[in-house]
């Protein structure tokens, strides 16, 4: 994104020791709402004195935080929970705001980021450890999970208000403390969340907010001081910051892109089925890693399937968020909306055929609209069926049986998500077993998994081994120790 050195928009502060300040910087980018243009805010590319502060009151902060009792901290978590209920309605607003999803999306994504601070309530059990009686002679070993020290965030633009409660919530529950850095492209509600979890009663210091792109990046995945990196993004960038990352020294999660599958056998519930592939390909406007973006029909089933989906995908109203009856908003920026044209001109040369061409129906003249577009007969070499589009466009291939599809989702580099749509438990049975994806749907549309189940991407789309959310998550975020004592009997 180009730089830019002033307009009259507000700039982001910055959160450092439980200050909100202005950045000294001299680069900044436009915050702009995807539905109209307006310029909304300045992103100040945080300097490399500012990570470093921020950095510093997060070990400052660390001693203190990590000394507080389990229950202590997850007393400021319940506050949290509470206060980001009560702001539900505000979170949501911004969400559409900055990103552009319909406020119903935007709604439900803040509800299964609230979830997750759910899980972190039960801190004081999660954190448990085990114990061993005698396992020799007059000794006893015990483990205990004791928090890291400063932990990084770095999400992407796709889910604003979910994505960092996937993050700071849990890590500061297990007792570290936090740097946390919002997508370049939407990072106003995760601020909001930041001073929530301030006037929840959050020590300073125990989470700071710094801002900006790859430098700013760079300047928190190489810095001695931070023991871990959780971030969620494209797979180009998520292999990057784990391969810095780790030679930093650091322990490191990186969720990446996506392209996911999803298979219909010919006795699927056709009419759920439908319903269940609109939202995953076209709800948030194909910008979810859980859309679904191929479809593989196997045996008859397309013939039954594609009139109905064509129809009722041609019907999806394409308007801002903010008008309730919209199903799907705009694409995130008009360099993502190019993007996404020139896939559908790609598609278009290398033979497929389109189905429903999103270019043909009318969309608001202000903002970064598209419609939802569908190719039929896509082959499993073009790029439409292999590289994550991310936007409205689905992918429509054929195969003959169960085990052909199932080569066809195999084949692909990510491993994100995958659904199947059938009524037989056989093939349900045999699908989830062999399919070579973290998170499986069966007549589930979009498997995302609740904040209690770890988001278990695979192949391509993680590096790492611990995933985020669940207890995963909360191995992520703690050290074991094993402590073994002999203490010998004595005579009175
Ligand atoms: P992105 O990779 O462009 O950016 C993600 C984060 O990295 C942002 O905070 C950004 O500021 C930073 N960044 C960007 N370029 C960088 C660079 N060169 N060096 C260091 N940091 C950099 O991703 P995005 O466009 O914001 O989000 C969309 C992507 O995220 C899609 O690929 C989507 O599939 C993926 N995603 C994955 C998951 C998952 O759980 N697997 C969830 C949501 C989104």
């Not at 928090?147 to 889910?159: D, K, R, T």
């Not at 994505?163 to 850095?181: E, Q, R």
Request: aromatic share 6%.
């Amino acid at each position: 994104m180009a730089a830019i050195v002033s307009t009259n928009a507000p700039p982001c502060r910055m959160l450092l020791g439980g200050v909100w300040r202005e950045s000294q910087a001299t680069q900044f980018s436009e915050i702009t709402n995807p539905a109209t243009g307006e310029i909304l805010a300045r992103l100040p590319h945080s300097t490399r004195e500012e990570v470093n502060a921020a950095v510093e009151a997060a070990a400052g902060a660390f001693r203190a935080w990590s000394a507080t009792p389990p229950v202590e901290r997850a007393r400021v978590l319940f506050r949290y929970k509470m206060l980001l209920e009560e702001h539900l309605e505000e979170l949501a607003r911004q969400v559409t705001q900055e990103n552009g999803k319909t406020l119903p999306d935007a709604r439900g994504s803040v509800r299964r980021g609230i979830e997750v601070v759910e899980f972190a309530c039960g801190i004081p059990t999660l954190m448990m450890g085990r114990t061993a009686e005698n396992v020799g002679r007059d000794v006893d070993s015990s483990t205990v999970r004791q928090p890291l020290g400063v932990c990084v965030g770095i999400p992407p633009f796709n889910f604003p208000a979910m994505i960092p409660l996937w993050m700071f919530p849990l890590a500061i529950a297990c007792g570290n403390t936090f740097v946390f850095k919002p997508s370049d492209k939407a990072p106003l509600t995760a601020m909001i969340q930041a001073r929530l979890f301030q006037e929840a009663g959050l020590p300073a210091g125990v989470l700071n907010v710094v801002h900006g792109l790859k430098e700013t990046v760079d300047a928190l995945l190489t810095h001695r001081k931070v023991k871990a990196v959780s971030f969620v993004g494209s797979s180009a960038v998520a292999q990057y910051v784990y391969a810095t990352a780790a030679a930093h020294g650091k322990r490191v999660q990186a969720m990446g892109g996506a392209k996911n599958h999803m298979v219909v056998m010919p006795d699927a519930d056709m009419s759920a089925a439908v319903k269940g592939i609109l939202s995953s390909s076209f709800g948030s406007a194909g910008q979810r890693c859980m859309a679904g973006s191929v479809l593989v029909t196997v045996g008859d089933a397309a013939e039954k399937l594609l009139p109905l989906l064509v129809e009722e995908a041609g019907k999806l109203r394409v308007a801002p968020g903010t008008e309730e009856s919209a199903d799907l908003g705009p694409v995130i920026t008009r360099q993502a909306r190019e993007r996404i044209l020139s896939y559908i001109e790609k598609g278009e040369k290398e033979g497929a055929r389109l189905a429903l061409d999103g270019r043909r129906k009318a969309t608001p003249k202000e903002g970064n609209f598209l419609a939802p577009t569908i190719f039929d007969n896509v082959r499993p070499e073009m790029s439409i069926a292999r590289e994550e589009i991310f936007g409205p466009v689905l992918a429509v291939m054929r195969a003959g049986s169960l085990d052909e599809a199932l080569d066809r989702v195999n084949a692909s580099s990510y491993g994100n998500g995958a659904v199947i749509f059938t009524r037989d438990g056989g093939w349900a049975r045999e699908f989830s077993t062999r399919v070579q994806a973290g998170m499986v749907g069966v007549n589930v549309g979009v498997p995302a998994p609740t904040g209690i189940f770890p988001f278990a991407g695979w192949k391509g789309s993680f590096f790492g081994t611990l995933h985020a959310n669940g207890q995963d998550a909360v191995e992520f975020f703690t050290e074991t120790k094993v402590i073994t004592s002999r203490w010998e009997k004595r005579p009175l």
